[in-house]
């Protein structure tokens, strides 16, 4: 069965210094893999996702997330983090060819000044 | 701009009441889905729908229906057969219900029993 696990429950980093999110999946063959954004109160967006190929995936709002099929991550990274990147963050798996898409317990972003 | 509105943004509900979200988009997608989130739970499928007139039960439909009556719209019931209702419900759409797609959210509705 597919998981996602999100070892992180927060975050806090101070502001213009890296991030990186960690996402963790189970699941038999190749999956797609999402990464969303919440700002308190308000829906899910979504920042990039994974099908297949380049393992690099770029998103919007500076965002990046590398594929590594040998330790089944799916980690989502910034360089330089402003006050407004704070916010949860979700991580989600698809099957291929189904409609299950789960979501990980998410993990809260901190920035401090 | 193409979207997703829920309403309302809060609703409060006595015990034993049915309370009715609403949702509806303009971004011509097939499939519709409804969440619930509860802090430190991610967010569990309600139910969704592939196309009108169909649709599915999802991980935790217990005290819940819905309905597709029309593509744009997907009203989600909360009914008094639901023990715990008190959570924050999202709406997503995407374009057909194969998992490759990515969702698009509503905003949300807060729902409170009083």
């Known amino acids: 069965a597919q998981s996602v696990t999100q070892p992180d429950i927060h975050i806090t980093v101070s502001e213009g210094a890296s991030l990186e999110l960690r996402c963790n999946y189970s699941y038999g063959a190749t999956p797609y893999l999402f990464w969303y954004v919440q700002s308190p109160g308000q829906g899910l967006q979504l920042l990039l996702k994974?099908?297949?190929?380049?393992?690099l995936v770029q998103g919007i709002k500076g965002f990046e997330a590398e594929f590594k099929r040998s330790q089944s991550s799916f980690n989502l990274r910034k360089p330089s983090v402003h006050w407004s990147d704070a916010a949860e963050y979700f991580c989600?798996?698809?099957?291929?060819?189904?409609?299950?898409?789960?979501f990980g317990a998410g993990t809260r972003l901190f920035v401090k000044a | 701009d193409g979207g997703i509105t829920q309403s309302p943004k809060y609703l409060f509900r006595k015990e034993g009441q049915n309370v009715t979200l609403s949702c509806e988009q303009n971004l011509n997608h097939d499939a519709m889905y409804w969440y619930r989130q509860d802090p430190g739970q991610g967010l569990r499928l309600i139910y969704y729908?592939?196309?009108?007139?169909?649709?599915q039960k999802g991980d935790i439909a217990e005290g819940y229906s819905v309905s597709r009556e029309k593509k744009e719209s997907f009203p989600l019931t909360v009914t008094s057969a639901q023990k715990n209702p008190t959570a924050f419900y999202l709406c997503a759409s995407s374009p057909r219900t194969t998992s490759n797609y990515g969702y698009t959210f509503g905003s949300g509705t807060r729902l409170t029993v009083v």
């Open positions: 989600a798996v698809g099957n291929t060819g189904g409609f299950k898409t789960i």
């Open positions: 729908s592939q196309i009108v007139n169909d649709f």
């Open positions: 994974y099908f297949s190929g380049d393992t």
